[in-house]
């Protein structure tokens, strides 16, 4: 048996030696002056060899209750160094999580800054294209390759535009995990979407040249279709917002009295509000719209609904 003594007087040969304590358990000293506690056993008829530290981090009093707890386990019949190994694999699988979850937790960190209908649709986005690919993955076993099949798998589609962003996306979710501990890099930063997807010819809209300017109103105030859609082409020239601002206009966002538009902040693209001016022949088409609205809460109802 030995000693707490015997073990400080130990010292380093020529060669590594043992020194027994019981039961197998034995200290390894290293030709380097290392103590290690090793414990020899045999399991399944074959001969194993457990470690329990090393000497004096690890006293003998408490080598002697590790040994003896890990004998218990193998006269039960589980192999102590097997259960070792499986319990830290489920501690490592722990702290690792699928791409999904990382995914909300990126959601719920991003979602403040930006509009309730932008964050639904990179939602959207990222439910129907990127989750069915890789959402059940762990965020630390996805490689650039896998990243790459999804993207091009969304482009097959015909979904070019969806693909890029889909790419974007899961760099950001990647950029997060990584700030946050969760993974160690992100396998979507070595992929340039010119890479693996296919480039489209850019056709630019035309642009209404100064001198075009004057026909272009003089053909809206002679426009042969609907009524209320002449009058939303009129506001969008006289207050040059963007045309879904526009489309969701409501007549409570209207100060008339103050000849001012103020566009709520979930509306807008970026969570602010925006306070669009009135001139006079805004405010006169916006008398002509009430007309045509009604009691509508829409400045421009739909047709049908």
Known sequence: MLTDTAIKRAAAGDRDYKMADAGGLFLLVTKAGGKLWRWKYRFEGKEKKMSFGQYPEVTLAEVRALHASARRMLVSGVDPMGQRSAEKRAIRESNELPFRMVAFKWHEHWEGGNSPHYVKATWSRLKANVFPAIGDCLITEIQAPEIVVMVKAIQDRGKLDIAKRALETTGQIFRYAVAHGLTQRNPASDIKPG?????????????????????????????????????????????????????????????????????????????TPHIVPLSWQALDVLALLKGLSGNNELVFPGART
């Open 195 to 271: 890479d693996i997807l296919k480039s489209r010819q850019k056709e630019n809209h035309a642009r209404v040249d100064v001198k075009e300017l004057p026909a272009l109103l003089r053909a809206i105030e002679i426009y042969q279709g609907k009524h209320i859609t002449r009058l939303a082409m009129k506001l969008l020239a006289m207050t040059f917002v963007r045309t879904s601002e526009l489309i969701g206009a409501r007549w409570s966002e209207f100060d008339l009295e103050a000849s001012r538009w103020n566009i709520p902040a979930e509306r807008m693209k970026m969570k």
